[in-house]
């Protein structure tokens, strides 16, 4: 164990140290600090396992150090020393649970009593960490273990795990609730993916599960948005689901009030553990079928989608409007019919539509010359393209993606002064690099031919004629204002080969880059231009 001593008083830390044989009270090490500042640095440094502080210091007194530390919940037994017997003095030092409140000049023996006490009460604490510790990996371990039976049986796994149910307690004839859970943010980069959502999820899952009937045996995430929880019934009959139904209304308001999230839940049959992989296969059917899902509660009796999908008529008036770049009426259109069809849609049928306005809005782009290969081909379409089956929400978010991403480059390449503008942008500080005809069109989406009709239609020039001007324009201002070598001058610019750079700079230029640089300084030592070219 080590000690600290602190007072601003260095005779009486003096005393302090001798007054009594540390070492055989169980101490290897006395630090000692004339100031609260220091001894906080100090136990930063080292193990500090006893403290005997001093109250009347400059700047921060021994109650306001005792109370830091009590707020940083350090633990260490604390005793108090003062030259002052004051009732305020005492009434704090109880509060703060101070292991003693001695009175200058201290003499062994009191001291000595306090510090066994002090010493006594670490122990003490120690022991209780200890035990608490290990009862939390009891518990913990068994939350684990449970988790991972339900995971395994969830997905049809039961054979790997089967010794675990004696170990968990679980009797063949008794009966676990299913209950699926997804959630849906408005936000379409959704945070439902991280990890601290995960945690937050099955947290509150657990908290809202667990009452006076219910014992929540796992939340576990089954996909990412998706979770299933395991109930039992602890009390009244176990068939019995309005307890589990009241849990599952405060935990659809919880995730809407406090995490800004809404959920889909569906709730399958008290079963043995043996039938939960086909109730879970069951109850992802239903979430999977059911389109308009989002802040429902859906049961297994529910009836199955027949089935629809968009008429030609709708298609005809959502490629008008697409066509008028009426984004605002396209966007009601689209969602207007998805919730007037919600009930009916199948995962067959939201295939279709998606295939069907991917189609659409590609034809519209192949009109203006746009690649929608390179425009959607990036890891956010197709994460988007990927969840469009999934309900109304999805396929909205992802139609309407479409639509905002298709005006936008449209409106982009209808007007070529700012297509050409983006690329020009582009080339002013790139113009070093090695850039192909192919990265320039992936910039604005359109084809490599048809880029390089609008660039040579706005500027006169093409886009090899552009780039080569701003590289020996940069070139040439770095010959007549530096003295780094031409040869780097040359890589500087973009050129890699030296002879190449000589050739076109004396073609643009009608000089050598020496004889511009010579002609450069000439000119500036007489204070005229540089010579153009």
Known sequence: MNLLLVDDDVLMLQDLKEILDWNALGFQKVYTAENTASAQKMIAQVPVHVIICDIEMPGSSGLDFMETLQNSESGIPCILLTSYARFEYARRAIDLNVVEYLLKPVSAEPLQSAVEKAVQRLKLSRQMNTAKKYSQYWLDEEKNTAEYFWNKTARGFLAEVYSLPRKLGYGETQLFIPVLIEAFQ??????????????????????????????????ISLTPGRWLAVVSIVSGPETDLSPLEERLDVLQDTAGKFMHMELSISMGNAVSYRDIYREVSELEKLLDSTMNRRGRILYKDQTLPRGTTCTQSEIRLWETLLQSADKEALKKSLYTFLQSKA????????QEIRQDFAQMVYSFLKQKEIQAHRLFGDAESDRLYQNAVRSIDHMYAYCSYLIDRALCYATITDNSKSAVEIIQNFLDTHYAEDIQRNDLSDIVFVSPDHLSRLFKKETGLSLMQYVTKKRITAACSLLAESRMPINRVALQVGYGNFAYFSKIFREITGMTPMNYRKQAQETDSTGKDAPPF
Do not use: F
């Open 186 to 219: 408005d936000d379409r980069r959704s945070q439902i993916d991280d990890p601290m959502w995960e945690y937050a999820v099955k947290n509150v899952g657990y908290e809202i599960l667990e009452q006076e009937h219910l014992l929540p045996r796992c939340v």
């Open 343 to 350: 009930s009916l849609l199948t995962p067959e049928n939201m």
